[in-house]
Antibody, heavy 113, light 108 residues
Protein backbone atom coordinates (compact mmCIF):
# COMPACT_ATOMS: atom_id res chain seq x y z
CA UNK A 1 0.00 0.00 0.00
CA UNK A 2 1.56 3.27 -1.11
CA UNK A 3 1.41 6.06 1.44
CA UNK A 4 2.62 9.64 1.24
CA UNK A 5 2.90 12.11 4.10
CA UNK A 6 3.69 15.81 3.86
CA UNK A 7 5.59 17.63 6.56
CA UNK A 8 7.00 21.09 7.12
CA UNK A 9 6.22 24.46 8.69
CA UNK A 10 2.60 25.50 8.70
CA UNK A 11 3.50 29.19 8.79
CA UNK A 12 5.94 31.00 6.51
CA UNK A 13 6.75 34.69 6.52
CA UNK A 14 6.18 36.79 3.40
CA UNK A 15 9.23 36.86 1.09
CA UNK A 16 10.52 33.69 2.74
CA UNK A 17 10.88 30.18 1.34
CA UNK A 18 8.26 27.49 1.78
CA UNK A 19 9.90 24.08 2.29
CA UNK A 20 7.93 20.84 2.42
CA UNK A 21 8.89 17.19 2.42
CA UNK A 22 6.90 14.18 1.29
CA UNK A 23 7.84 10.87 2.90
CA UNK A 24 6.99 7.85 0.75
CA UNK A 25 6.29 4.32 1.93
CA UNK A 26 5.25 1.30 -0.09
CA UNK A 27 7.14 2.42 -3.20
CA UNK A 28 10.68 3.41 -4.09
CA UNK A 29 11.34 7.02 -4.93
CA UNK A 30 13.69 5.75 -7.67
CA UNK A 31 10.94 3.78 -9.42
CA UNK A 32 9.48 4.99 -12.71
CA UNK A 33 6.78 7.23 -11.31
CA UNK A 34 5.99 10.92 -11.29
CA UNK A 35 6.33 12.43 -7.82
CA UNK A 36 4.55 15.72 -7.71
CA UNK A 37 3.05 18.60 -5.78
CA UNK A 38 -0.42 20.11 -6.12
CA UNK A 39 -1.92 22.89 -4.05
CA UNK A 40 -5.46 23.97 -3.29
CA UNK A 41 -6.63 27.39 -2.21
CA UNK A 42 -10.14 28.85 -2.02
CA UNK A 43 -9.32 31.47 -4.59
CA UNK A 44 -7.60 29.36 -7.23
CA UNK A 45 -8.91 25.84 -6.72
CA UNK A 46 -6.53 22.99 -7.50
CA UNK A 47 -3.22 24.04 -9.03
CA UNK A 48 -0.54 21.69 -10.34
CA UNK A 49 2.87 22.89 -9.12
CA UNK A 50 5.25 20.40 -10.69
CA UNK A 51 6.74 16.95 -10.55
CA UNK A 52 9.97 14.97 -10.78
CA UNK A 53 10.65 11.79 -12.74
CA UNK A 54 13.60 9.43 -12.74
CA UNK A 55 14.83 11.41 -9.69
CA UNK A 56 16.19 14.26 -11.82
CA UNK A 57 13.75 15.19 -14.60
CA UNK A 58 11.53 18.01 -13.45
CA UNK A 59 8.44 19.68 -14.86
CA UNK A 60 7.15 22.91 -13.36
CA UNK A 61 4.09 25.07 -13.80
CA UNK A 62 5.35 28.02 -15.88
CA UNK A 63 3.53 30.41 -13.58
CA UNK A 64 5.69 29.24 -10.65
CA UNK A 65 8.80 28.02 -12.44
CA UNK A 66 11.07 30.87 -11.38
CA UNK A 67 10.34 30.15 -7.70
CA UNK A 68 9.98 26.35 -7.52
CA UNK A 69 12.43 23.52 -6.95
CA UNK A 70 11.44 19.86 -6.56
CA UNK A 71 14.11 17.36 -5.61
CA UNK A 72 14.53 13.79 -4.39
CA UNK A 73 16.40 12.38 -1.39
CA UNK A 74 17.00 8.75 -2.30
CA UNK A 75 18.55 7.88 1.05
CA UNK A 76 15.33 8.83 2.86
CA UNK A 77 12.88 7.76 0.13
CA UNK A 78 11.32 11.20 0.06
CA UNK A 79 11.00 14.23 -2.15
CA UNK A 80 10.71 17.90 -1.39
CA UNK A 81 9.27 21.19 -2.56
CA UNK A 82 10.84 24.61 -2.18
CA UNK A 83 8.91 27.72 -3.17
CA UNK A 84 10.76 31.00 -2.76
CA UNK A 85 9.62 34.61 -2.39
CA UNK A 86 6.23 33.60 -1.04
CA UNK A 87 3.29 35.95 -0.64
CA UNK A 88 -0.18 35.60 0.85
CA UNK A 89 -1.29 34.22 -2.52
CA UNK A 90 0.78 31.10 -1.81
CA UNK A 91 -1.37 30.25 1.22
CA UNK A 92 -2.94 26.88 0.44
CA UNK A 93 -3.18 23.22 1.30
CA UNK A 94 -0.21 21.50 -0.32
CA UNK A 95 -0.51 17.88 -1.45
CA UNK A 96 2.19 15.52 -2.61
CA UNK A 97 1.24 12.73 -4.99
CA UNK A 98 2.53 9.71 -6.87
CA UNK A 99 1.42 9.73 -10.50
CA UNK A 100 -1.52 11.79 -9.25
CA UNK A 101 -3.20 8.54 -8.21
CA UNK A 102 -1.94 8.31 -4.62
CA UNK A 103 -2.07 11.55 -2.64
CA UNK A 104 -0.92 12.60 0.81
CA UNK A 105 -3.46 13.97 3.24
CA UNK A 106 -2.26 17.54 2.63
CA UNK A 107 -0.68 20.21 4.78
CA UNK A 108 -1.97 23.72 5.27
CA UNK A 109 0.68 26.38 4.78
CA UNK A 110 -0.16 29.96 5.67
CA UNK A 111 1.98 32.87 4.53
CA UNK A 112 1.79 35.59 7.13
CA UNK A 113 3.96 37.69 9.38
CA UNK B 1 -2.65 26.80 -20.96
CA UNK B 2 -5.52 24.37 -21.40
CA UNK B 3 -8.62 25.51 -19.54
CA UNK B 4 -11.05 22.88 -18.28
CA UNK B 5 -14.64 24.04 -17.81
CA UNK B 6 -16.91 21.87 -15.71
CA UNK B 7 -20.69 21.99 -15.75
CA UNK B 8 -22.89 22.35 -13.93
CA UNK B 9 -21.26 24.06 -10.95
CA UNK B 10 -23.76 22.37 -8.65
CA UNK B 11 -25.92 19.32 -9.21
CA UNK B 12 -28.80 18.74 -6.79
CA UNK B 13 -29.98 15.14 -6.85
CA UNK B 14 -31.49 12.48 -4.63
CA UNK B 15 -29.92 9.15 -3.69
CA UNK B 16 -30.58 6.60 -6.39
CA UNK B 17 -30.66 9.17 -9.18
CA UNK B 18 -28.22 9.32 -12.08
CA UNK B 19 -25.55 12.04 -12.13
CA UNK B 20 -23.98 13.31 -15.34
CA UNK B 21 -21.03 15.69 -15.02
CA UNK B 22 -19.35 17.44 -17.93
CA UNK B 23 -15.80 18.64 -18.50
CA UNK B 24 -14.86 20.59 -21.61
CA UNK B 25 -11.25 21.38 -22.58
CA UNK B 26 -10.24 24.55 -24.41
CA UNK B 27 -8.14 22.41 -26.75
CA UNK B 28 -7.79 18.71 -27.37
CA UNK B 29 -6.23 16.59 -24.64
CA UNK B 30 -6.58 13.19 -26.31
CA UNK B 31 -7.70 10.83 -23.57
CA UNK B 32 -5.34 12.27 -20.94
CA UNK B 33 -8.20 13.20 -18.65
CA UNK B 34 -8.82 12.09 -15.08
CA UNK B 35 -11.69 12.52 -12.64
CA UNK B 36 -11.33 12.98 -8.89
CA UNK B 37 -13.76 13.00 -5.98
CA UNK B 38 -13.10 15.21 -2.98
CA UNK B 39 -14.91 15.24 0.35
CA UNK B 40 -14.46 17.95 3.02
CA UNK B 41 -11.14 17.72 4.80
CA UNK B 42 -9.83 15.01 2.48
CA UNK B 43 -7.44 14.85 -0.42
CA UNK B 44 -8.88 14.27 -3.88
CA UNK B 45 -9.35 10.58 -4.70
CA UNK B 46 -8.73 9.29 -8.20
CA UNK B 47 -11.85 7.78 -9.77
CA UNK B 48 -11.11 7.61 -13.48
CA UNK B 49 -7.86 7.86 -15.46
CA UNK B 50 -7.28 8.07 -19.21
CA UNK B 51 -10.87 9.26 -19.65
CA UNK B 52 -12.53 5.91 -19.01
CA UNK B 53 -10.39 3.61 -16.84
CA UNK B 54 -11.75 3.12 -13.33
CA UNK B 55 -9.08 3.28 -10.66
CA UNK B 56 -8.56 0.45 -8.22
CA UNK B 57 -11.44 -0.17 -5.79
CA UNK B 58 -13.74 2.33 -7.51
CA UNK B 59 -17.32 1.01 -7.76
CA UNK B 60 -18.74 0.17 -11.17
CA UNK B 61 -21.44 2.84 -10.82
CA UNK B 62 -18.73 5.38 -11.75
CA UNK B 63 -17.87 5.59 -15.44
CA UNK B 64 -16.03 8.03 -17.66
CA UNK B 65 -16.29 8.71 -21.36
CA UNK B 66 -15.12 11.12 -24.01
CA UNK B 67 -11.97 12.16 -25.83
CA UNK B 68 -10.48 15.28 -27.32
CA UNK B 69 -12.35 18.19 -25.75
CA UNK B 70 -15.55 16.75 -24.28
CA UNK B 71 -15.69 14.37 -21.35
CA UNK B 72 -18.39 13.00 -19.07
CA UNK B 73 -18.41 11.39 -15.65
CA UNK B 74 -21.53 9.36 -14.95
CA UNK B 75 -22.66 7.99 -11.62
CA UNK B 76 -25.47 5.60 -12.45
CA UNK B 77 -27.21 5.50 -9.06
CA UNK B 78 -26.06 7.89 -6.36
CA UNK B 79 -25.17 6.43 -3.00
CA UNK B 80 -25.10 8.65 0.13
CA UNK B 81 -21.29 8.60 0.13
CA UNK B 82 -21.14 9.98 -3.45
CA UNK B 83 -22.22 13.50 -2.47
CA UNK B 84 -18.99 15.42 -2.86
CA UNK B 85 -17.09 17.70 -5.22
CA UNK B 86 -15.77 16.26 -8.49
CA UNK B 87 -12.83 17.60 -10.48
CA UNK B 88 -11.50 16.82 -13.90
CA UNK B 89 -7.76 17.08 -14.62
CA UNK B 90 -5.70 16.94 -17.80
CA UNK B 91 -2.11 15.83 -18.31
CA UNK B 92 -1.70 16.18 -22.03
CA UNK B 93 1.51 17.01 -23.91
CA UNK B 94 3.18 19.70 -21.81
CA UNK B 95 2.78 21.72 -18.61
CA UNK B 96 0.92 23.31 -17.07
CA UNK B 97 -1.40 20.44 -16.26
CA UNK B 98 -4.70 21.87 -15.18
CA UNK B 99 -7.84 21.11 -13.17
CA UNK B 100 -11.42 22.11 -13.69
CA UNK B 101 -13.14 24.31 -11.13
CA UNK B 102 -15.24 21.45 -9.80
CA UNK B 103 -18.85 20.26 -9.74
CA UNK B 104 -20.53 19.89 -6.38
CA UNK B 105 -23.02 17.04 -6.19
CA UNK B 106 -25.38 17.85 -3.34
CA UNK B 107 -28.38 16.15 -1.82
CA UNK B 108 -31.66 17.53 -3.10
Amino acid sequence: QVQLRESGPGLVEPSGTLSLTCAVSGASITSENYWGWIRQSPGKGLEWIGDIYHTVITNYNPSLKSRVTISVDKSKNQFSLKLSSVTAADTAIYYCAKNEDYWGQGILVTVSS
Amino acid sequence: EIVLTQSPATLSLSPGERATLSCRASQGVGNFLAWYQQKPGQAPRLLISDASNRAADIPARFSGSGSGTDFTLTITSLEPEDFAVYYCHQRSNRPPYTFGQGTKVEIK
